[in-house]
């Protein structure tokens, strides 16, 4: 490995091209500044997406693959850790977008406050967010609008005030989102249509989205579907300011005398080391691979990682998790139609209610079973193998559905990622290893939700419910935050509410990671309104020179 | 690792033979006539066969880091295969006094019983539920014991994509009733479309809807 000539400074770098790092790259270009995008995966193209499930799911044709990228996990720190590819999210640019089927609820204004409005939990530590759900609301109205976002304001009853409407109606019903809206209607619960990154019509010269049953883990060939790959990557590249190298592994990140950061060393596909320098860094790596950079980049002032001083970084991580009741019903509803994920939610159960015996909630909805395609789907208790397996898939493949959960486990100070001290990735750098314990809300939390799942399913007239609990979190929803909290006190926090490191000037992160509490809704949308509200700080700062 | 086959004879008759046990045949087609130790056979076969285009048109070739990745995998695998393969002749020479293939039907599936039991992973463990809702793979492939490899090889053997060998005649995609793309290209050019199992009237809705986009 040599160093290659260096490239020009740019204002700001930023590393990590998927949701947050893709939307602070178009605020910051359009603004004028000149940003340098340093993504370690491949920049794909949709030309290199198809509807084939056992690449996509099966073999790592988007997810990571585990024998290049491992991560290692363990309940304690008295544990051994071992190899699991624990919480992945596709490494490329777009990150996590590029397979997701795009739900995008809102927070509620009870999220950013959960610690005033439950108090303290004992073995948690519940914060408040250092911005409230007014500050962040305009940002999340831009993205909806940046997205063409398919919903219905004023669906969710739970939901804060918005100053727009969505820019697209729902998208059509699927038969399983209908049973999920006649069970809560029985129940006499608000449901509504989760709002969803795919365009139910023409929008922004972009046509309506396809629905196919390639959807949720599968990258989109038609492009109709909206993503950070094909929404804002393009907007930030036609400023002419956006320069995104793909394939650019960051190793570290530099200090130069007076504490700030001087640059980003890097890796390139050939394998040279380059370096690049710029005015302010933005960690979007997602909360796990922000983390493990910090913790990188050690120096004789941060012996323990960056602008770690305060031995945080890492810690409170949180990952929802994910888990259902699974009925069946009479007739067929083909819940893998539109890719298992079109479209029904429920907020009922998402806020704090002191009655429940357990801390918050989280969002409810309508879901295939698994990945609800032929080779990935499966019942809860089937036969592996034999006449009965065949059976049981013949006669419940169109006839299964689940109502799903995403947990809003607790923020715990042991609960952590550092660096594994054995494993190494194919770059010879040590992996990321998660250490972490369910809390008792979680696991109460969780039987609870999945209680009211299963009720749904009973009373949207299901034949037969199965309930399965969660009882450990396995990192299955591919959400991850709070490994650098934001918060007004460098004593219990990393950044502080502009997402800037409370120990170094010019260093942000604008992915799950400044996220104080994890909330129990799918979280992209508001790593992003965050990501934008930050890139307009940045703007801002440096307009007045400081 | 050339022709699209690893195994030798007696190996790709004990795997076909294992596989028609694990998703036999009844009223519809099951593994065998599916074609799914084909796909096996090709998947161990090297690396040509991995990922298929996403139009359809042929393999896609693997080069640097994932090629390395790739080809220790496949390696791990055929390892995994040949002792498998091995192991369930020594359990039915035990149990019946003659190799895996030699056994009746009945003989076979009380084979696979056993074999089953005696392994420290649950025959599911490489297709997820059983144990959990598997939202993701989160599995290793590499890790798994020759049972559940071989039932999650023939799961996928039966219901992939017919590209990749097995799913012939899309017998998998029929014995379940899942109406696939005619072919990869469906998907990609953006033909296919799953409106129709939609809601009642919501495909003609949405159609009329959009009509001029």
């Known amino acids: 490995m040599t160093l290659k000539k260096k490239p020009a400074r740019a204002d700001i770098c930023i590393i990590g091209a998927g949701a947050s790092g893709a939307t602070a790259a178009r605020a910051l270009s359009e603004a004028g500044m000149s940003v340098a995008g340093l993504e370690r995966g491949p920049w794909r193209t949709r030309e290199t997406f198809g509807g084939d499930e056992l690449a996509n799911i099966n073999r790592y044709n988007l997810w990571p693959d585990p024998l290049l990228n491992p991560r290692t996990t363990r309940a304690s720190k008295n544990d051994k850790a071992r190899v699991e590819l624990f919480c992945p999210v596709p490494q490329m640019v ?57 919903g219905e304001a004023g669906a969710n009853k739970f939901e804060g005030p918005r100053s727009q409407n969505y820019p697209c109606p729902p998208l059509p019903i699927s038969r399983y989102a209908e049973k999920f809206r006649k069970g809560c209607a029985a129940l006499g619960w608000n449901s ?47 400023t002419g300011r956006f320069d995104l190298r793909p394939g650019c592994y960051v190793r570290e990140l530099t200090l130069d005398g007076a504490g700030k950061i001087k640059s980003a060393i890097y890796e390139d596909g050939d394998g040279d080391l380059i ?12 909360a796990v691979e922000t983390a493990r950079l910090m913790l990188l980049s050690k ?3 941060f012996p323990n990682g960056l602008a770690n001083g305060s031995d945080l970084v890492g810690r409170n991580v949180t990952f929802h998790e994910y888990s259902a009741a699974v009925g069946l019903f009479d007739d067929p509803i083909y819940a893998w139609a539109g890719g298992g994920y079109v479209s029904a939610s429920s907020f009922q159960f998402y806020n704090h209610d002191p009655n429940r015996g357990h801390v918050s909630g989280g969002h409810i909805a309508c879901a295939g079973v698994g990945i609800p395609l032929p080779i990935n789907w499966r019942l809860p208790d089937a036969p592996a193998w034999g006449a009965a397996a065949k059976k049981n898939d013949r006669d419940n493949f169109n006839h299964s559905m689940a109502v799903a959960m995403v947990l809003h486990d607790m923020p715990q100070h042991d609960n952590r990622v550092d660096l594994d001290d054995e494993v190494k990735d194919a770059w010879g750098l040590p992996v990321a290893r998660v250490t972490l314990t369910p809390h008792e809300n979680d696991l109460k939390q969780g039987r609870f939700l999945i209680d009211r799942a299963g009720e749904i399913l009973d009373a949207a007239g299901s034949r037969r419910v199965q309930k399965v609990y969660a009882e450990r979190i396995t990192g299955n929803c591919s959400h991850q935050h709070g490994t650098a909290r934001m918060g007004d006190d460098p004593a219990t926090s990393v950044l502080n509410r502009w997402c800037r490191a409370h120990e170094v000037d010019n260093l942000y992160a604008v992915d799950g990671s400044p996220f104080p509490t994890g909330t129990g809704a799918n979280p992209t949308l508001t790593i992003m309104a965050n990501a934008w509200r930050v890139a307009e700080k940045i703007v801002e700062r440096r307009g007045s020179g400081r | 690792m050339s022709d699209e086959v690893f195994f030798s004879a007696h190996q790709r008759a004990t795997v076909e033979a294992a596989m028609a046990r694990i998703i036999p045949s009844d009223d519809l087609p099951g593994a065998r006539e599916a074609g799914a130790v084909d796909f096996v056979d090709r998947y161990l076969s090297g690396i040509a066969f991995i990922y ?3 139009d359809g048109s042929g393999f896609e070739t693997l080069t640097g880091r994932q090629a390395d990745a790739w080809r220790q995998r496949i390696a791990i695998l055929r390892q995994t295969y040949a002792s498998g393969i091995g192991a369930l002749d020594a359990l039915a020479q035990k149990l019946f006094q003659a190799n895996f293939i030699a056994l009746n039907e009945r003989q076979q599936d009380d084979t696979l019983t056993v074999f089953d039991r005696s392994g420290s992973q649950s025959a599911s463990a490489g297709g997820a539920p059983g144990e959990g809702p598997a939202l993701q793979q989160t599995l290793t492939e590499t890790e798994l014991e020759f049972l559940p490899l071989l039932v999650m090889h023939t799961r996928q053997g039966f219901y992939a994509d017919p590209i990749y060998g097995g799913n012939k005649d899309r017998a998998g995609w029929r014995a379940i009733g899942f109406p696939g793309p005619a072919s990869l290209m469906e998907v990609y050019t ?24």
């Open chain 1, 192 to 238: 509504f249509p989760t709002p969803q990154a795919a365009l139910s019509r023409s929008f922004n010269g972009r046509k309506p989205t396809v629905i196919s049953a390639f959807a949720q883990q599968h990258g989109d060939p038609t492009g109709t579907r909206s993503s950070a790959l094909n929404v804002f990557i393009p907007d930030a590249v036609k």
């Open chain 1, 275 to 286: 370096e690049q320098e710029a005015g302010a860094f933005i960690l979007a790596c997602g």
């Open chain 1, 299 to 301: 120096s004789g002032r």
């Open chain 2, 190 to 213: 953006g033909r296919y479309s799953a409106l129709q199992w939609f809601a009642r009237g919501e495909a003609e809705r949405y159609l009329e809807a959009n009509r001029d986009a």
């Open chain 2, 52 to 54: 298929a285009k996403p």
């Open chain 1, 94 to 150: 777009g990150g996590g977008t590029v397979h997701w089927q795009g739900w995008l609820p809102r927070f509620t204004p009870e999220d950013f406050r959960l610690r005033t409005i439950a108090g303290e939990v004992k073995g948690a530590t519940l914060a408040d967010w250092p911005v409230s759900y007014d500050e962040l609301e305009p940002y999340y109205s831009r993205i909806e609008w940046a997205f063409g976002v398919s």
